[in-house]
């Protein structure tokens, strides 16, 4: 079936660096992927939604500077949190969207503290 | 505008019990439905998808859901819980056209021994 890799599965970075998150489909191709943000024992939070060749859509009240998306394949989107502070810290998941099966795969996660 | 209500966000069962987890969604055209599994600190996994063909969908590890367009239900049923089924379980919903997955809030399920 469609696998989504997520990388790193956990960073801890210090206060005012920027740390690199990717999403990688595998196994088909993504036009779409989706970047989710979830805080303890909540919901997923939806950031932003990348599509490959155009700038991301970032849902309201998320700060497209800080959290700079990049889908430039048709398999791979990324996501940097710059400047990252402690408020940032939190569970990050990707989501890529298989147009031919309607499924929506997520990857496995990535844990980020900052400390 | 299309929505997913979980009722219930802790649901407890005994080993071998019935579990039944509860989604209901709106939506103004024939949605799409999910069911997910997320183990903590792990990414979420398919259990089941409706996509408008059987109303009764079968999915992996001995889960099913019934889609129920005039109760506008989408529940979760697994017959016998096994104790590796205690996860978060999200409900989720979008429509031909839409992008994104619309999630419910959750559902904890602890399967007591």
């Known amino acids: 079936g469609a696998v989504v890799s997520q990388h790193p599965s956990w960073v801890i970075c210090k206060s005012g660096t920027s740390v690199k998150i990717e999403c990688r489909s595998l196994?088909?191709?993504?036009?779409?992927m989706f970047w989710y943000r979830q805080f303890p024992k909540q919901s997923l939070m939806l950031m932003a939604t990348?599509?490959?060749?155009?700038?991301?859509?970032?849902e309201q009240g998320v700060e497209k500077d800080k959290f700079l998306i990049n889908h430039a394949s048709l398999t791979l989107s990324t996501l940097t949190v710059t400047s990252a502070h402690p408020e940032d810290s939190s569970f990050y998941i990707c989501?890529?969207?298989?147009?031919?099966?309607?499924?929506?795969?997520f990857g496995s996660g990535t844990r980020l503290t900052v400390v | 505008a299309q929505s997913v209500t979980q009722l219930g966000s802790h649901v407890s069962v005994s080993e071998g019990a019935l579990v039944l987890l509860r989604c209901n969604y709106s939506?103004?055209?024939?949605?799409?439905l999910f069911w997910y599994v997320q183990y903590p600190n792990q990414g979420l996994q398919l259990l089941l998808k409706?996509?408008?063909?059987?109303?009764l969908v079968k999915g992996i590890n001995g889960f099913e859901a019934e889609f129920k367009k005039s109760e506008t239900s989408f529940h979760l049923t697994k017959p016998s819980a096994h104790m590796s089924d205690a996860a978060e379980y999200f409900c989720?919903?979008?429509?031909?056209?839409?992008?994104?997955?619309?999630f419910g809030t959750g559902t904890r399920l602890t399967v007591i021994p």
């Open positions: 939506s103004s055209v024939p949605p799409y």
């Open positions: 196994d088909f191709q993504a036009t779409t």
């Open positions: 989501s890529a969207r298989d147009v031919l099966s309607y499924g929506y795969t």
């Open positions: 409706y996509t408008s063909a059987a109303t």
């Open positions: 989720a919903v979008t429509q031909t056209g839409a992008n994104n997955l619309f």
């Open positions: 990348s599509n490959e060749g155009s700038k991301a859509t970032y």
